[in-house]
C-alpha cells in the first residue's frame, strides 16, 4: 500500500523547491522516485527537493536534490526557503543554525524575507576574463555586453557546461551584464536549464563583479529573471568571507504525495 506523505512547495524568486519535513528519515530517496516528483507535466514539479531533517547539533539539516533526483551540492535559494520552512513548522523563531552539505550556515527569517549566510570563499580562476569559482556550488561566470536571448544562452551555456573540462563533474554557467544594475541568467546542473533565479549563481556574480571592477562597493542587487537578490560579503586576502544572499523565500501550496 503507498504511503501517503505531505510535501510544501516553496520558491525564492522564481527558484522552486518541493520541501519535506523528514526528521524520521523514512522518505524514498531514490533518484527515480525524486526526479519524478520534481518533473513539470508528471509530478508536482521544482527545480529540486530538499528534505529538513534532524540534527544533534544545530536547528536541523538540509539534504538537497537536483531535479535529475541526484543529490547535489549547496543551494543558496534552496537554503533561504528551508529556513521559512522550519519557521513556519515553528521548528525555530527567527535565526535557524542549519548544517548542509558544505557545513554550518546561518539564516535570519524576518516574514518573507531570509538572510543566508554564505561559506566563505578562498579562492577563484580567472581564465581569459571568465571567472570560475565555488560559491557552495562551482559556477562559470562570463561578463557580457548584453544578455544573450533565451535560446542562444542555453546553447552557449551548455558549450560551456558540457566542455571537455567540466562535462564530468558539470558546473552551473552565468551570464552577466552591468548597466547600472547587474542582471544574470543562470544555466543550472542537474537542472540541465536555466532556472529563473540561482543562489549561489548571484553571489558567484556579485563576486565576479567585484573582481571585474563593474562594483567598488561589497554589496550588489543582482537581478534575475525571478526577481532580485541581495548579496553582500568582505574581500579578504584573495578571497572574499561575510558573504549574505537576501531575498524573498515564499510558500506557494502544500498538499499530500504517495510514495510508490
Not at 108 to 131: A, P
Not at 167 to 194: A, D, L, M, P, W
Not at 226 to 245: A, E, N, T, Y
Request: negative net charge; aromatic residues 10%.
Amino acid at each position: 500500500m503507498s504511503r501517503e506523505i505531505k510535501f510544501y512547495k516553496y520558491h525564492g524568486t522564481g527558484n522552486d523547491f518541493i520541501l519535506i519535513d523528514d526528521r524520521c528519515k523514512n522518505f524514498n530517496q531514490s533518484e527515480r522516485f525524486i526526479s519524478h516528483l520534481c518533473h513539470r507535466q508528471f509530478g508536482i514539479g521544482a527545480d529540486g527537493l530538499i528534505l529538513l531533517q534532524e540534527d544533534r547539533e544545530m536547528d536541523f539539516s538540509m539534504k538537497y536534490f537536483n531535479s535529475d533526483g541526484q543529490e547535489s551540492s549547496m543551494c543558496g535559494n534552496g537554503g533561504r526557503c528551508i529556513a521559512k520552512f522550519a519557521h513556519d513548522l515553528s521548528l525555530i523563531d527567527n535565526l535557524a543554525v542549519f548544517r548542509a552539505i558544505d557545513g554550518r550556515h546561518e539564516a535570519h527569517v524576518n516574514e518573507e524575507i531570509v538572510e543566508l549566510q554564505m561559506n566563505s570563499v578562498k579562492e577563484y580562476e580567472e581564465d581569459n576574463g571568465d571567472i570560475i569559482i565555488d560559491t557552495g556550488s562551482p559556477h562559470f561566470v562570463r561578463r557580457v555586453n548584453e544578455l544573450p536571448s533565451n535560446e542562444l544562452f542555453f546553447r552557449q551555456s551548455r558549450e560551456i557546461r558540457y566542455s571537455d573540462r567540466f562535462e564530468t563533474e558539470g558546473i552551473n554557467v552565468n551570464f552577466y551584464q552591468s548597466i547600472g544594475i547587474i542582471s544574470s541568467k543562470t544555466y543550472e546542473r542537474g537542472v540541465e536549464n536555466e532556472t529563473l533565479s540561482c543562489g549561489t549563481g548571484a553571489v558567484a556574480v556579485a563576486l565576479a563583479a567585484h573582481i571585474n571592477g563593474d562594483i567598488q562597493q561589497s554589496k550588489a542587487v543582482i537581478k534575475t529573471p525571478g526577481g532580485k537578490l541581495k548579496v553582500s560579503f568582505r574581500p579578504d586576502q584573495g578571497g572574499f568571507d561575510h558573504i549574505w544572499l537576501i531575498g524573498p523565500a515564499v510558500k506557494v501550496f502544500e498538499g499530500k504525495l504517495y510514495e510508490w
